[in-house]
């Protein structure tokens, strides 16, 4: 691909989505954007980058950012964010809140795992927690993987990565070759298109934002952006969960590493979290 057309694409997708495509993702785009290219009656992605420099269709563009946008995901994803989350995240809550009611943004949930997950295991300790609403808010920039996450439905090569058998036969109901979530799990996540650019007020305050491994497709200006307004939209003592790869050091002071927990993180201005126990996080008066 010539680099004046790598740029078009790159230029595109920054302004669209936030996403920081660097030379070195060139397959992405000729992988990716050929079947849209097919889609839209176009020989390949060189005629498709013709028409985009003329008069770009809306509908067109929005099919590139969403095919350059789709990430891979799956249940119990890295297995110790949840961990954190049942483990510390709800113990903490429990015993620091009156309130009985947690919301949950998950942020680019892309097919539906990160959410669901999270559903299984709040339905699974939910005697834990008598009279406790829980609300989880699952958000894409790509609505046709919202369609496809609202469906609950999944190859056996999706349930077989990372998911326990027992949860599968629990929640899951075998048709044919498809494994079909149960209803009980899907209605206790609400899915939304969601523009990380976009302002943020209207999704209302959270007591827990999940927004992993999306960080790292940004450049430094977007991640300090993206951080900033998502600390606004953080109980005072909420709770932020990144990828792994993913850090806030360098880029924003809204936020800090809870002790011992990676990937976690509390507001800068928030309660004060001391070394924590196994399984728990304390935090000091």
């Known amino acids: 691909m010539k680099l004046v057309d ?5 230029n595109l997708l920054k302004e669209k989505s936030g996403l920081n495509l660097t030379q070195d993702k060139c397959y992405l ?7 849209i290219a097919k889609k839209w009656g176009y020989e390949n ?27 891979e995901t799956s249940f119990f994803r890295d297995t110790r964010p949840f961990d954190t989350f049942r483990d510390v995240v ?18 680019a949930s892309s097919s539906g795992q990160e959410p669901y997950t999270l559903a299984m295991i709040l339905s699974e300790i939910k005697d834990q927690f008598p009279g406790w609403k829980f609300e989880i808010v699952a958000t894409d920039i790509s609505r046709q993987i919202l369609d496809t996450a609202r469906k609950g439905i999944y190859s056996q090569f999706e349930v077989q990565r990372g998911m326990p058998i027992t949860l599968l036969v629990k929640y899951f109901n075998q048709v044919e070759e498809k494994w079909h979530l149960n209803d009980s799990i899907k209605s206790m996540v609400k899915f939304d298109y969601f523009n990380l650019l976009s302002p943020m007020h209207a999704l209302g305050i ?23 307004r998502m600390h606004n939209q953080l109980e005072n003592d909420g709770f932020l969960f990144l990828g792994g790869a993913e850090t806030v050091l360098g880029i924003t002071d809204s936020f800090k590493g809870v002790p011992e927990q990676r990937g976690l993180y509390a507001l800068s201005d928030g309660p004060h979290f001391s070394s924590s126990t196994r399984g728990s996080a304390q935090a000091l008066a």
């Open 6 to 10: 790598f740029d078009i694409y790159a």
């Open 29 to 35: 785009i000729e992988s990716r954007l050929n079947p």
């Open 45 to 71: 992605v060189n005629t498709m980058t013709v028409a985009l420099q003329i008069i770009p269709d809306p509908k067109l563009v929005n099919d590139i950012v969403e095919a350059m946008t789709t990430n």
């Open 90 to 107: 709800l113990k903490y809550i429990k015993e620091n809140r009156k309130k009985k009611h947690m919301r949950i943004w998950c942020a």
């Open 206 to 228: 959270f007591d827990v934002i999940f927004c992993r491994n999306v960080l790292i497709y940004f450049d430094q200006e977007t991640k300090s952006d993206v951080l900033g």
